[in-house]
């Protein structure tokens, strides 16, 4: 099949393309940016926002199927609600217009558990959108207007609600690299290695130990999923999904820190949290086991940060350190 993927230089994206890769397809990576860690031997840069550049590079390839990913994503800098309308609401406006154009076969895209409202229970796919942040509106909108645009014609979409991805793959090894980096598991992690001072985001959250509960699902798990997802498409060439992917199994800021005390001497403290963060996201994926027969398998606390330790010796090897916001 021929694939093409937006934002392919980012954590998603990177792991995708090789992953997918790997099963034979044929791949075109594009993105605003280069990759610095993960050389894609057909990749074009390009920013989705410039329509006739981009409408040319997507008619002359003529993918079978376009995995959106790209997108404006960091919760930290959610005060610039111009970058998430631009990067997100329009960027995939254009894109689903370029699809139109060349009658795409399929589509699959990259929501978010922020586009719910706030839910003390696990999350199934048919409740309340609410956002609380300008992140999660947008994807909403995103979603909206994909639906509103394949509903009567042929292109079928999978919408995936991705929890909290984290970590990386082992072979070969990709995992994130954002300047600043901004999630927890990376930034847990290098600021242990680098015997530095963690900073934990509020501990007057309402759970049972006042920090927030996550629902953390490693990349390889999603790499999985989509590819069933794309299977599910080529065969269910009538049916369309919105579907949730986590592990139901949601984990507090203290109980991955005392996990980690088992292994490692650290110190932290506490900070007010951050706008926009909820107090339990926690995942339902029913849904997804029921349609794509998919299940996490690689998303245990101890792989997660196995894989994480491995990659963060892997850039410092390279010589790079990622940067943090703390």
């Known amino acids: 099949m021929k694939i093409l993927i937006t934002g392919s230089s980012g954590f998603i994206g990177s792991c995708l393309f090789t992953f997918l890769k790997s099963k034979k397809n044929k791949i075109l990576g594009i993105d605003k940016k280069k990759t610095k860690l993960n050389k894609q031997n057909n990749f074009i840069k390009c920013n989705f926002l410039n329509f006739k550049k981009s409408f040319k590079i997507v008619n002359n390839y003529k993918p079978d199927l376009i995995i959106h990913l790209a997108a404006e994503s960091t919760l930290d800098n959610i005060s610039n609600k111009k970058k998430y309308v631009l990067n997100n609401v329009h960027v995939t406006k254009n894109i689903l217009k370029i699809s139109k154009i060349i009658k795409l076969k399929y589509f699959i895209f990259s929501s978010t558990a922020s586009v719910y409202a706030p839910l003390n229970k696990p999350i199934k796919e048919k409740y309340i959108k609410k956002a609380n942040n300008i992140y999660g509106k947008t994807k909403i909108l995103n979603?909206?207007?994909i639906i509103k645009e394949f509903k009567n014609n042929r292109t079928k979409y999978v919408i995936f609600r991705f929890f909290n991805v984290c970590s990386s793959l082992r072979k070969p090894r990709i995992g994130e690299?954002?300047?600043?980096e901004t999630h927890f598991?990376?930034?847990?992690?290098?600021?242990?290695?680098?015997?530095k001072t963690i900073k934990i985001y509020g501990n007057n959250f309402n759970t049972k130990d006042g920090t927030c509960v996550r629902d953390y699902i490693h990349i390889l798990d999603i790499c999985h999923a989509i590819n069933k997802s794309i299977h599910y498409l080529k065969k269910n060439k009538n049916n369309s999904l919105i579907l949730n992917l986590g592990t139901e199994k949601g984990l507090s800021i203290f109980e991955i820190l005392n996990f980690m005390k088992k292994r490692f001497q650290f110190s932290y403290k506490f900070t007010r949290k951050r706008k926009g963060d909820t107090d339990i996201t926690i995942c339902n994926n029913t849904k997804a086991y029921t349609k794509l027969k998919w299940k996490p398998r690689f998303s245990s606390i101890n792989r997660i940060v196995e894989d994480e330790i491995a990659w963060l010796k892997y850039i410092f090897k390279k010589g790079m350190i990622r940067k943090s916001i703390y």
Do not use: V
């Not at 690299?177 to 600043?180: I, V």
């Not at 598991?185 to 015997?195: C, G, H, S, T, V």
């Open 143 to 145: 979603e909206r207007d």
């Open 177 to 180: 690299f954002h300047s600043p």
């Open 185 to 195: 598991f990376p930034l847990l992690i290098q600021k242990i290695i680098q015997k």
